[in-house]
């Protein structure tokens, strides 16, 4: 394993100051795989005051000092130094309930979760795998440290975590493990909210089609929300799947963009208290889509998502049943309400809606791919969409005798014609409009 420069010069001014240092876990795993570390982590023997020492002449960043971490502002970016531990029970925070510094790296790598993430490096030392992480890598398994039932009480999060190391690096689950993560999914009830919605964001766009499935018992624990849905009989001849089913395909098929997926996971929650049968037995689902969007709404509050990501999941959800064509007038309309990037989701949202009936009805892939066509010609033209996008402003109208309130009105009036194509959006031809509807 080569590591850069700066890692290094790291590791060495640690072990000349007498203190054992590796490289350790996720840069571990990547460089293993071939693959570049998006940072470097290292554990080191040395007691965080003894590694504040080592590295004086360095910015230090101590936020974490408490469990064992300081931070080294190096040329080469930030690295973190964790003294070897052991470490207690998560507890619902992001944090250890408490530490203890320990002299030897195997206990340190018995703390971490996967025998994948488990692995150190070092220049002088070599590598050190005691948990057999290599092998799994190589096997492409995902494993446990240790017994996985008291590593998931430890910390529910961990399971989160496994299933997007798994899709990431397209790790089986290996069987306990597996099993663990299932009996054990209640805990996370106990987590902090924002961790499992960081989590999920980070999982979902990673999901395919057969994960979703499979650990079914994972996501409704973490969502629990969806839980009805699994085996829900949808009574309807437009659907093969039930209401489980169907939203996994959903989330598969929409591109791994956290805003479309979370929108993909949410879009049905309307239909269970929205479901009615008529007198043939049929399912219906009235009005599911708006209810889905409060409920969506609610389930991201919960769990403290970021108000843009909210505000646009929502709005998806509510939006997804809404009619789209490839006409130009009817999308200039929808991007002027939405924005193009929303209008563009909504595609994906109702292609893999579409899609995951699963009885090949509806419109297919090339219709809304017609669709994103237009939306692109749109956008290319820098279509106007909005009365700032107007070649005439306010003061225009002004210097033709209008003003106060009649100035807004004539502007949403010019607009209104502009996204109907009635009229080009130049400034000659909507001058020349508004003089001859003034005259
Ligand atoms: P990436 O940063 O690519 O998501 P990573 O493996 O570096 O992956 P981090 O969250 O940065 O993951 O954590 C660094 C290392 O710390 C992990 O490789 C693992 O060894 C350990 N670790 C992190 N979180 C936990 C946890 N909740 N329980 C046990 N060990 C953990
Ligand atoms: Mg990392």
């Not at 089986?172 to 961790?195: G, H, I, N, P």
């Not at 994972?218 to 929300?225: C, D, H, Q, S």
């Amino acid at each position: 394993m080569k590591l850069p420069k700066h890692v290094n010069d790291c590791l060495e001014a640690l072990e000349q100051a007498g203190f054992a240092a590796y490289a350790v876990g996720g840069c571990v795993r990547d460089a293993c795989l071939g693959l570049i570390p998006h940072d470097y982590d290292l554990c080191t023997a040395a007691l965080p005051e003894q590694t504040q020492a080592v590295f004086q002449a360095y910015p230090l960043v101590l936020a974490g000092e408490k469990h064992g971490t300081v931070g080294v502002v190096t040329a080469g970016g930030l690295i973190e130094i964790t003294t070897f531990r052991t470490e207690g029970p998560y507890g619902d925070s992001r944090h250890p309930d408490w530490v203890k510094f320990v002299p030897d790296l195997t206990q340190d790598l018995a703390r971490r979760d996967f025998t994948v993430n488990a692995m150190a490096f070092s220049p002088t030392r070599g590598f050190a795998d005691p948990f057999g992480g290599r092998r799994d890598l190589e096997g492409r398994v995902l494993r446990a440290v240790g017994n996985p039932v008291r590593r998931f009480q430890e910390d529910a999060l961990r399971i989160l975590r496994g299933l997007r190391f798994a899709a990431v690096y397209c790790l089986t689950v290996e069987a306990a493990t597996r099993e663990a993560m299932f009996s054990q999914a209640y805990r996370m009830d106990a987590l902090a909210r924002e961790r499992i919605f960081e989590e999920l964001t980070k999982l979902l766009p990673r999901l395919d089609l057969d994960a979703l499935v499979t650990f079914a018992p994972v996501l409704t624990a973490a969502v629990p929300e969806l839980k009805p849905m699994v085996g829900f009989d949808q009574c309807s001849p437009h659907h093969a799947y039930d209401l489980y089913t169907h939203v996994a395909h959903v989330v598969a098929g929409v591109p791994g963009d956290p805003v479309l997926r979370w929108a993909a996971l949410l879009h049905d929650l309307g239909k269970i208290p929205c479901f009615t049968r008529d007198e043939n037995g049929r399912g219906h689902f009235y009005g599911h889509a708006s209810a889905g969007a409060e409920l969506a709404d609610r389930v991201l509050a919960r769990l403290k998502a970021p108000n843009l990501l909210r505000q646009q999941v929502r709005d998806l959800v509510a939006g997804h049943m809404t009619r789209l064509e490839p006409d130009r007038k009817l999308l200039r309309r929808r991007a002027s309400a939405m924005g193009y990037a929303q209008l563009e989701r909504l595609t994906w949202l109702q292609q893999a809606d579409m899609g995951g009936k699963g009885t090949g009805e509806g419109p297919d892939a090339g219709y809304f791919r017609q669709i994103r066509d237009v939306i692109q010609e749109l956008r290319r033209e820098d279509a106007c969409l909005k009365v700032r996008d107007l070649a005439v402003n306010g003061h225009d109208l002004m210097a033709l005798g209008l003003e106060g309130k009649a100035i807004g009105v004539w502007l949403d009036r010019l607009l209104e014609l502009v996204l109907d194509e009635t009229l080009p959006n130049e400034r000659g031809a909507l001058l020349d409009h508004l003089r001859r509807e003034l005259s």
